[in-house]
Nanobody
Framework: QVQLVESGGGLVQTGDSLRLSCAAS????????MGWFRQAPGKEREFVTS????????NYADSVKGRFTISRENAKNTVYLQMNSLKSEDTAIYYC???????????????????WGQGTQVTVSS
């Protein structure tokens, strides 16, 4: 069965960095685009970034552009989110998700993803 397991979250200070990982299993990882979303308390889940199957196409929310970097290692079935210059407003639960169609292009729409991880908490303290 499809499984997505995030790790790497934690409590950091403003300006610090964190790298999140999402280990995938149960499907042909290299055939699917992947995305990262986040949900802060009292807010709706929002798009953060996505990457196509090969890693050659990425897409970022304006709020994280220039600070966050998504990447993937298909040989390890893992997608990463490098987060630099963290701000208090980045505090949220971060989820990775699998694009619902094999080979589909990247999208910001959460409805375009069919499997989600359990999430990892990122807390940025000022």
């Amino acid at each position: 069965q499809v499984q997505l397991v995030e790790s790497g979250g934690g409590l950091v200070q403003t300006g610090d960095s964190l790298r999140l990982s999402c280990a995938a299993s149960g499907f042909t990882f290299s055939s699917y685009a992947m995305g990262w979303f986040r949900q802060a308390p009292g807010k709706e889940r929002e798009f953060v970034t996505s990457i196509n199957w090969s890693g050659g196409i990425t897409n970022y929310a304006d709020s994280v552009k220039g600070r966050f970097t998504i990447s993937r290692e298909n040989a390890k079935n893992t997608v990463y989110l490098q987060m630099n210059s963290l701000k208090s407003e980045d505090t949220a639960i971060y989820y990775c998700a699998r694009r619902s169609s094999r080979g589909a292009v990247v999208t910001r729409d959460p409805l375009g993803y069919d499997y989600w991880g359990q999430g990892t908490q990122v807390t940025v303290s000022s």
